[in-house]
């Protein structure tokens, strides 16, 4: 190790070798790690994906059931059958040679649910009682278990006959004798007024 006049410059070769190696780390994790997450070829290839794959593409319009949209942007069918497709001709003739089985085909073509099946309950509140339910019935088993083998016996200041004693005593020093626990004691006839 030689020593220099100038601090900056003087360096051991562990000290270089340490500070090279702390440099390529973060540099490999900028140039590897953090750039295969960031490119937009990855983002590109995210949103190639078909919805087969589980991948819903956000960027093109979606159909959902919402009392507050009527008119969904896209039709709930989006790719007809061939006996779709015969109803969608139909469609475009007079509605009068329709059947009501027909119509509601059609309307089933743009529409999944009707407001009166969107605005029906569902028995999920029977699920979400029953887990409640459940939760309650394991706190109190936990409870009792914690009374029975972690918590110790109750103390003797919490019996009946110690309330008893603390009370006369009380009563006999006449503790709070204008509006408290003595002035409902008559000392005359020893009972309560």
Known sequence: ???????????????????????????????????????????????????????????????????DTPLPAVPFVRNPNPEQ???????????????????LAIYRLSHELTYAEMKRGSSEWKTVMGGIFIFIGLTGVVFWWQRLYVFGPSPHTCSDEWHEMQTQRMIDMRINPIDGLASQWDYEKKQWK
Do not use: F
Request: with cysteine; net charge positive; proline share 2%.
């Open 85 to 103: 497709q015969k109803l969608r001709e139909k469609e475009k003739g007079p509605w009068t040679n329709l059947t009501k089985e027909e119509k």
């Open 1 to 67: 190790m030689r020593c220099c006049t100038h601090s900056s410059n003087c360096m051991s070769s562990n000290q270089r070798v340490h500070m090279l190696a702390s440099r390529g780390l973060v540099w490999g994790l900028q140039r590897g790690l953090w750039r295969g997450v960031s490119t937009t070829s990855h983002v590109r290839a995210a949103h190639s994906k078909d919805v087969s794959d589980g991948v819903i593409d956000c960027s093109i319009p979606q159909y959902n059931n919402r009392l």
